[in-house]
């Protein structure tokens, strides 16, 4: 430790008699027994030396609990968790609210005696005791802060809160946000310099509220996932895109009321009349954001010309107009998902096909209205095309596959299942041309043969991935590719290959 902190070391040996207390400090046993315990990586801001002076902190400001079951001690309800995991009690669930615990006692503690001895984990340093942290979960770190003063000051150290993780249908994502930027806002009034990534997927009771509170005091923000927040509206995704100029990650899938992203009025008043460019935006996800018109992608490509990965997956009131003013305003455009559009056509592609060198991944699965026609537009302008998904595309025939083939000689992946008029034919163009093919789906396909796969594993070695399942291969053309392609798995409905 550098002579220059001045810790008081509480020893965290009497850790369960510190948390299973009277009172509110039974909230943190409830925390640590359904908590989810996968390993997770440190982030990357995390130093390993101590290189600032944490003894100038303020130590009276308490330490967030985030959940407290308000109808009985004994009901426990989804905790916050790390990587998605949602982590729930045997004991039933309940409305999840943000407390605010007490911090640990202040009375310092002397030297132990002779006789006594410390536990392993006394014995660590603090840069020690800040790796292990940075690897725990939201909750788990809270828990932590009420251990003892020492723990308290390290678990509070802004390096190990660049990311808040939050998950559970019923927990107060409002409150709990509200508490964790109130208490990260200590050093730095009203303002919160560390926080850069907020993930609140499948918080079902996270409003606008909470967003509001991020807003306001995470002005460095670059990651937000909302997933599934359906209560969310245009207005706090306008106050975040506003008051976090570095946001770069935004994924608002599954919100249904977000319909466009765009800045506040207020915003847009003090800026210039080319604000769009100060929007920062890189990754957009609004799958499943079902309100979203062609309107709403227009003012979307208006203002976010940085975009370079796009996914609107299940948003089916777009149409070809949209993807017009998508391939005008965001040329940079490197991914992007249509799957599931059933209103974007050949027309729709020849827009796409706009994007020309840029472009690396497609999807159009069930994209019923395209056909040959369209995909010979995203093939002759969009050379570098890497990953292709045109499944259910029943317009789709192997005039447009060879020509895709002949175009596009990088091709990495391609998914044509479901696709009727694709056949041994047009698999035999592809594998002369695209010999660096590794994934491969031709599910339901039904005009293919073993003629067809014999050519695409002769040519194509490096075949990681075959999906031929519901196709009338026989068992021998399947062994012909296990053979040549040893890395490849196969998978099949045939009966007769094993």
Same mark, same amino acid.
């Given at each position: 430790?550098?002579?220059?902190?001045?810790?008081?070391?509480?020893?965290?040996?009497?850790?369960?008699?510190?948390?299973?207390?009277?009172?509110?400090?039974?909230?943190?046993?409830?925390?640590?027994?359904?908590?989810?315990?996968?390993?997770?990586?440190?982030?990357?801001?995390?130093?390993?030396?101590?290189?600032?002076?944490?003894?100038?902190?303020?130590?009276?400001?308490?330490?967030?609990?985030?959940?407290?079951?308000?109808?009985?001690?004994?009901?426990?309800?989804?905790?916050?968790?790390?990587?998605?995991?949602?982590?729930?009690?045997?004991?039933?669930?309940?409305?999840?609210?943000?407390?605010?615990?007490?911090?640990?006692?202040?009375?310092?503690?002397?030297?132990?005696?002779?006789?006594?001895?410390?536990?392993?984990?006394?014995?660590?340093?603090?840069?020690?005791?800040?790796?292990?942290?940075?690897?725990?979960?939201?909750?788990?770190?809270?828990?932590?802060?009420?251990?003892?003063?020492?723990?308290?000051?390290?678990?509070?150290?802004?390096?190990?809160?660049?990311?808040?993780?939050?998950?559970?249908?019923?927990?107060?994502?409002?409150?709990?946000?509200?508490?964790?930027?109130?208490?990260?806002?200590?050093?730095?009034?009203?303002?919160?310099?560390?926080?850069?990534?907020?993930?609140?997927?499948?918080?079902?009771?996270?409003?606008?509220?909470?967003?509001?509170?991020?807003?306001?005091?995470?002005?460095?923000?670059?990651?937000?996932?909302?997933?599934?927040?359906?209560?969310?509206?245009?207005?706090?995704?306008?106050?975040?895109?506003?008051?976090?100029?570095?946001?770069?990650?935004?994924?608002?899938?599954?919100?249904?009321?977000?319909?466009?992203?765009?800045?506040?009025?207020?915003?847009?008043?003090?800026?210039?009349?080319?604000?769009?460019?100060?929007?920062?935006?890189?990754?957009?996800?609004?799958?499943?954001?079902?309100?979203?018109?062609?309107?709403?992608?227009?003012?979307?490509?208006?203002?976010?010309?940085?975009?370079?990965?796009?996914?609107?997956?299940?948003?089916?009131?777009?149409?070809?107009?949209?993807?017009?003013? &998508? /391939?005008?305003? %965001?040329?940079?455009? !490197?991914? #992007? =998902? @249509?799957?599931? $559009?059933?209103? *974007?056509?050949?027309?729709? +592609?020849?827009?796409?096909?706009?994007?020309?060198?840029?472009?690396?991944?497609?999807?159009?699965?069930?994209?019923?209205?395209?056909?040959?026609?369209?995909?010979?537009?995203?093939?002759?302008?969009?050379?570098?095309?890497?990953?292709?998904?045109?499944?259910?595309?029943?317009?789709?025939?192997?005039?447009?596959?060879?020509?895709?083939?002949?175009?596009?000689?990088?091709?990495?992946?391609?998914?044509?299942?479901?696709?009727?008029?694709?056949?041994?034919?047009?698999?035999?163009? &592809? /594998?002369?041309? %695209?010999?660096?093919? !590794?994934? #491969? =789906? @031709?599910?339901? $396909?039904?005009? *293919?043969?073993?003629?067809? +796969?014999?050519?695409?594993?002769?040519?194509?070695?490096?075949?990681?991935?075959?999906?031929?399942?519901?196709?009338?291969?026989?068992?021998?053309?399947?062994?012909?590719?296990?053979?040549?392609?040893?890395?490849?798995?196969?998978?099949?409905?045939?009966?007769?290959?094993?």
């Amino acid at each position: 430790m550098d002579e220059g902190t001045h810790y008081h070391r509480k020893q965290p040996t009497k850790m369960l008699n510190t948390c299973q207390g009277k009172g509110s400090s039974s909230i943190s046993s409830d925390i640590s027994s359904s908590t989810d315990h996968t390993p997770t990586k440190a982030p990357k801001n995390v130093a390993t030396t101590e290189d600032s002076d944490r003894s100038t902190r303020t130590l009276s400001t308490p330490s967030p609990g985030l959940i407290l079951p308000t109808k009985s001690p004994s009901l426990s309800s989804p905790a916050l968790s790390i990587n998605g995991h949602e982590s729930t009690s045997p004991s039933g669930s309940a409305e999840t609210v943000a407390m605010v615990h007490p911090q640990p006692g202040t009375q310092t503690r002397s030297r132990q005696s002779k006789g006594q001895h410390y536990a392993p984990i006394d014995l660590l340093p603090d840069h020690a005791l800040l790796q292990i942290f940075s690897h725990l979960p939201t909750n788990q770190l809270c828990c932590c802060a009420r251990v003892c003063r020492l723990w308290y000051n390290l678990a509070w150290d802004p390096r190990l809160w660049s990311t808040v993780r939050l998950t559970g249908e019923l927990l107060h994502a409002d409150r709990a946000l509200r508490v964790l930027t109130h208490r990260l806002c200590q050093d730095t009034p009203n303002v919160c310099l560390t926080l850069e990534t907020v993930v609140a997927s499948g918080c079902r009771r996270l409003t606008d509220r909470g967003l509001h509170a991020v807003a306001q005091c995470c002005p460095e923000l670059r990651r937000l996932e909302v997933t599934g927040c359906y209560n969310i509206s245009n207005e706090a995704v306008f106050e975040v895109v506003s008051c976090c100029p570095n946001l770069e990650h935004l994924n608002v899938s599954g919100c249904s009321k977000v319909t466009c992203i765009s800045l506040t009025q207020e915003a847009s008043v003090q800026l210039s009349p080319l604000h769009g460019q100060q929007i920062s935006i890189h990754y957009l996800d609004m799958s499943d954001c079902f309100s979203l018109e062609d309107q709403g992608l227009r003012t979307i490509a208006s203002h976010c010309p940085r975009l370079t990965h796009l996914y609107l997956r299940r948003c089916t009131r777009l149409t070809d107009e949209a993807l017009r003013h &998508l /391939a005008l305003h %965001c040329p940079s455009v !490197r991914e #992007l =998902s @249509l799957s599931d $559009c059933r209103l *974007v056509g050949d027309f729709g +592609l020849r827009e796409v096909a706009r994007l020309e060198g840029c472009l690396r991944y497609l999807s159009v699965a069930h994209c019923g209205r395209i056909t040959d026609v369209g995909v010979r537009y995203v093939a002759r302008y969009c050379p570098r095309l890497r990953y292709l998904n045109a499944r259910g595309c029943e317009g789709l025939t192997d005039h447009g596959l060879g020509h895709l083939a002949r175009s596009c000689p990088k091709l990495k992946s391609l998914d044509v299942g479901k696709c009727p008029l694709v056949s041994d034919s047009g698999l035999e163009q &592809l /594998a002369l041309y %695209c010999q660096g093919l !590794r994934r #491969l =789906s @031709l599910r339901a $396909c039904e005009s *293919v043969t073993g003629r067809g +796969l014999r050519a695409i594993a002769a040519n194509c070695c490096d075949l990681q991935l075959l999906n031929v399942q519901d196709c009338e291969v026989s068992p021998e053309a399947l062994r012909f590719v296990r053979r040549h392609c040893r890395r490849c798995v196969i998978e099949h409905t045939n009966p007769g290959f094993f």
